[in-house]
Structure formats: C-alpha cells, structure tokens
C-alpha cells in the first residue's frame, strides 16, 4: 500500500499530522513549564510535605472523624507554629542578647573575660590572638572603633542573610499553606496521579510512585525529625548552662544537623567556653550531656530512614548526601527518590535478563 501514490500521500500526511501534535504538545508543556518555573520550589516543597505528613492528616480523620478540609486546615495551622515560633523565640533571643551587650558597653563594663595564658603558647596565632581578645576585654569600644569599616561589612553580610532567610520562611509558610490545599483534596489527587504513573509505566509506575511516597516520608522523619529532636536538646541544654546566644547557635545547629554536616562544627567552640567560663563539675556535666547528643543522630537517623523500605540503606544515604550537595535542601528529599527509583529500575532489568537467560 504505501509503495502506491495513494498510501505514499496517507503516510506523508499522517507525518505531518504527527509531527504538528507532538510540536503543539511540546509547546504547551514549555510554556507551562515556563509559567511555573518562579514557583516551582514552593510546589516541590508542598509536595514534599503533604506527602511526608500524610500519615498524621490520616490519623487525625480516623482518631477524631474530622473532615477532610477541617483536617487539613489545623494540621496545616500546627505547622505553621512550628515554623514561626522557632523564629520569632530567635529573633527575641537575638535582639535581648544584643541590647545588653550594647547596655553593658554603654556603661562601660568588661563585655569578654580576660584571655587564659595558654593561648599565648598556641602556635602561629597564638601570641596575636591573646593580645586581641585582652585589648577587647579591657577596651572594647576602642577596639570596636578600630574596625569600623570591618564591622560595616560584616553588617551587611548578616542583613543580606537575614533578608534571605526571611524570604525562604515566607516561601516555606506558603508551601505549608499550599500542602493543606493538596491535603484537603488528597484522594482525588491520589488517584489522579496513580492513574498517570499507571498509564506512563502500568504497574511499575505506581510501584515507583509508592517508592517515592515512603522514601519521602522515611527522609523527614530520619533526617528532619532526629535533627529537630537533636538540636532541641542540645539548645536546652546551652540555655541550662547559660551559653550566650544560644538561640542563634541552636538555629545553626539545626540547618547544620539537616544538611548531613552535623552540629559538631558549631558545638566545638561552645563546650571550649564552657571549660573556660564555667566551674570545673559544671563543664564536665555539660560536656557528658553534650557529646552523646552529637552521635546520637549517627545510630537514630539508619534505623528510621531504612524502616519499611526495600531499598538498601546506602543508597538512601547517597541520595541524602548527593541530593543535599546537588540541590540543597530540597535536594534533601528528591535525591533519595531517584535512587531509590533508578535502583528499583536497575534490580528489575537485571531480573528480567536473568528469567530470559532461564527460558532460552
């Protein structure tokens, strides 16, 4: 048929037919893609916590008989206390600890204490850094005064920051908003998007699509919830002992803790002003109380994330640490899903070879 004139003439038509859709096609999906390219991490991160919070949005229906959209609406007002109460007890913690340093240096009081004689045999630095800290301990005004231009600097790096920070929490509180959204219409969500995996893969695409959904949450409960749980304890623990600035230091041992680099960078100095600043039992108590809180994530964190999974403990921690270094925090939860996928896709390729290899 198409070596006639009439089956040459269908099959060019049929071409050009074809090649007009799927180039309307592609168009649609690139300005779509277009348009949400601005908001597209805010989506990501709704996904993300509507599916990590979808086991808590079940309980509260089943143990309470709420509606799906009352549900919703008081989980997502529960999130967004614990996001903005973490900041605002930061920001006041900050701005109380900088007004009475500021109060103390007005009056002229001794801000830092004198510097221990040891530093003095550090090497290299040792010598400078003693006489530093002992013409601050005896004349910080002077010295702040020294540095003018430094200090300016530097205030300006923090307030870039703050702003930074200040935007990323207004897009996060949005996101949370957005997953109560998602939360509140979840069934028909769901199996819309069963019914896509299943109609792009059949059955191996909602087996992904369930990969995807456990590897999330089994992240935010390995990765979030021992940091959250870790730096709430050793933040309690700096308030204790009266650590200065421990607000702004817990804050620091949370993002650290979360990115896989762990709070010790950051706890280092702390437990050295504690055996410099405290009595001798205090610091000793403090630093037992310590240590362990900083290796505990390294036997809580394996034993959440691999809970229910099939796929291999180390290629979760691969795609923590990969996705975290390749995409920053939401690269956090999108790297352990496509291992997991790409490992499930491997196991099943080389199943299939081997059943062919036993037939033939």
Same mark, same amino acid.
Do not use: E
């Given at each position: 048929m198409i070596d006639t004139e009439?089956? *040459?003439?269908?099959?060019?038509? &049929?071409?050009?037919?074809?090649?007009? *859709?799927?180039a309307l096609?592609?168009?649609?999906?690139f300005g779509t893609l277009q348009l949400l390219r601005p908001i597209a991490p805010m989506l990501l991160w709704a996904v993300i916590l509507a599916v990590a919070v979808y086991p808590l949005f079940a309980m509260l229906r089943r143990r309470l008989g709420l509606r799906r959209w009352l549900a919703a609406t008081l989980l997502s007002a529960f999130l967004l206390v614990l996001l903005v109460t973490p900041v605002i007890m930061l920001a006041g913690s900050a701005i109380d600890t900088l007004e009475g340093y500021a109060r103390d240096l007005m009056r002229g009081e001794h801000i830092l204490p004198q510097p221990p004689e040891t530093i003095q045999s550090w090497p290299v630095i040792g010598q400078r850094l003693h006489e530093f800290w002992l013409n601050?301990?005896? =004349?910080? *005004?002077?010295?702040?005064k020294?540095?003018?231009?430094? $200090?300016?600097?530097?205030?300006?790096?923090?307030?870039?920051?703050a702003a930074g920070l200040a935007l990323e929490i207004l897009q996060f509180a949005t996101a949370i908003i957005i997953a109560g959204a998602m939360l509140a219409y979840s069934e028909h969500l769901t199996a819309t998007v069963r019914d896509l995996a299943g109609r792009v893969a059949d059955a191996r695409g909602r087996h992904f699509l369930e990969i995807a959904g456990s590897t999330i949450r089994n992240v935010s409960q390995g990765v979030i919830g021992i940091a959250v749980l870790q730096s709430? $304890?050793?933040?309690?623990? +700096? /308030?204790?002992? %009266?650590v200065p600035f421990a607000g702004a230091i817990t804050f620091v041992a949370l993002v650290l803790a979360i990115v896989q680099v762990g709070p010790g960078i950051v706890m280092l100095p702390v437990l050295i002003?504690?055996? +410099?600043?405290? #009595?001798?039992?205090?610091?000793?108590?403090?630093?037992?109380?310590?240590? #362990?809180? $900083?290796?505990? =994530?390294?036997? /809580?964190?394996?034993?959440?994330?691999? *809970? %229910? /999974?099939?796929? #291999?403990m180390v290629v979760?921690?691969? %795609?923590v640490i990969c996705g975290t270094l390749a995409g920053g925090l939401i690269g956090l939860f999108v790297g352990p899903v496509v291992l997991a996928? &790409?490992?499930? $896709?491997?196991v099943a390729w080389i199943v299939a070879g081997q059943k062919t290899d036993t037939k033939a």
């Open positions: 009439k089956g *040459r003439a269908d099959v060019s038509r &049929f071409a050009i037919d074809l090649a007009i *859709r799927i096609l592609a168009g649609v999906v601050a301990a005896n =004349d910080m *005004r002077a010295v702040l020294a540095h003018v231009g430094q $200090l300016a600097s530097m205030g300006r790096w923090i307030g870039g920051i709430a $304890l050793l933040g309690i623990g +700096m /308030l204790v002992v %009266g002003w504690a055996w +410099m600043s405290l #009595p001798l039992g205090i610091a000793a108590i403090y630093t037992a109380y310590t240590i #362990p809180l $900083l290796l505990v =994530d390294n036997v /809580l964190r394996p034993i959440v994330m691999a *809970r %229910g /999974l099939q796929t #291999p979760i921690l691969a %795609g996928v &790409f490992y499930d $896709l491997v």
